[in-house]
């Protein structure tokens, strides 16, 4: 399906056919998104993780964490959160503005997990232990542990979008309606 950035609609399906597309394609823009978190000094923190899940019904989105990483404490300390997608192709920026809830990872994805993508959710050395050269960790390896695996849900409070093609800039913002139902979207200046 073609995109048509020159409505609003068009641009919003263009924006969740995007994330969708990222559960099943690694090579999908939005496979790997940047989170960014107020940190626990009064600044800002941005990091990639991985976009696994995007319900557009609920307006939600969902990563996977370790409970023992810096952004699951920043996130429980302030939920508001924003991610980020960057599609060069489409020269399309996609910001996605949201309130964050870190709940249990699905039992059923950890058991289904290979053994080298457990090692991200190490219990002991948690993330962020300081070591004195990175090969240490050689003699130290990781002990994956289901305890601190986390599902970190994005609920969306709003979307906005950049789209850069040759003849305009075309930007809007979407806000659910309400009681969540339809979204809004209205074009802003650039
Ligand atoms: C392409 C890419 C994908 C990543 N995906 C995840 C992810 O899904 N979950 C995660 O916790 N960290 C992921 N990381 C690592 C984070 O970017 C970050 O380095 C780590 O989680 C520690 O961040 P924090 O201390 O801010 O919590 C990814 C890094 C890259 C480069």
């Known amino acids: 399906m073609s995109d048509d950035f020159t ?8 924006v969740w056919r995007r994330l969708e597309a990222a559960m ?17 000094q009064g600044g800002a923190a941005v990091r990639m993780v991985v976009l696994r899940a995007a319900d557009r019904a609920g307006g939600r989105l969902a990563i ?10 920043e996130l429980e300390a302030d939920p508001a959160c924003e991610c980020l997608v960057w599609d060069a192709e489409a020269r399309f920026q996609i910001r996605l503005r949201g ?6 990872g699905p039992g059923a994805v950890w058991q289904a997990m290979a053994e080298h993508e457990r090692m991200l959710y190490a219990e002991s050395p948690g993330p962020g232990t300081e070591m004195e050269d990175a090969e240490d960790l050689a003699d130290f390896p990781p002990t994956p542990s289901a305890e601190v695996f ?10 906005e979008t950049l789209q850069l093609a040759r003849d305009l800039h075309r930007r809007a913002s979407f806000v659910p309606g309400p009681e ?10 650039p």
Not at 9 to 14: F, I, V
């Open 24 to 40: 099943s394609d690694p090579a999908a823009p939005a496979r790997n998104i940047a989170l960014a978190t107020a940190d626990l």
């Open 150 to 159: 986390r599902l970190v849900q994005v609920t969306l409070a709003g979307i």
């Open 99 to 104: 309130a964050a809830e870190v709940l249990a």
């Open 180 to 189: 969540g139902a339809t979204w809004q979207g209205v074009w802003i200046t």
């Open 64 to 73: 996977y964490t370790n409970a023992l990483s810096g952004k699951v404490a």
């Open 7 to 14: 409505t609003l609609d068009g641009t919003q399906a263009a």
